[in-house]
């Protein structure tokens, strides 16, 4: 899936009530904000640094603000280290309120949208 339909999806998960995922709807959503995120970057690391695409999400968001504008950076971080810390099983964490997986989506969906834009208008880095 491309993160546009994990976007879509997710905010289909926010904006109606989906039968069978009672209760277990905010951390289905958090999942698919991630994973759109993941792919996004996956997506733009491919095009414009295919090396960075082996390491972590950590690795990854360190060397974002050296490639997109630190805006685009700073969101993809807030928003990874959120949705990381939702999507990890905790036996007495709270489930992510509704709010913040707004907030992530809309993060997630800017960050999206701009590195789209930068990967086809960004000359690709050749490594040896």
Same mark, same amino acid.
């Given at each position: !899936? *491309? &993160?546009a339909e994990l976007l879509a999806e997710a905010d =289909? %998960? %926010?904006?109606t009530v989906v &039968?069978? *995922?009672r209760g277990r709807w905010p951390k289905a959503c958090a999942w698919l904000i991630? !994973? /759109?995120l993941e792919k996004a970057l996956d997506d733009y690391w491919a095009h414009v640094l295919p090396a960075a695409a082996e390491c972590g999400m =950590? &690795?990854? %968001?360190l060397l974002l603000p050296r490639f997109a504008d630190r805006t685009t950076a700073e969101e993809a971080r807030d /928003? $990874? @280290?959120g949705l990381a810390r939702a999507t990890h099983h905790h036996t007495y964490d709270l489930a992510p309120t509704a709010t913040e997986l707004r907030r $992530?989506?809309?993060q997630v969906s800017r960050v999206v /949208? =701009? @590195?789209s834009t930068t990967s086809q208008i960004a000359e690709p880095i050749v490594t040896n």
């Open positions: !899936m *491309t &993160p =289909r %998960l %926010l904006t &039968p069978g *995922t991630r !994973m /759109a =950590r &690795p990854q %968001l /928003a $990874w @280290l $992530w989506h809309s /949208a =701009r @590195l």
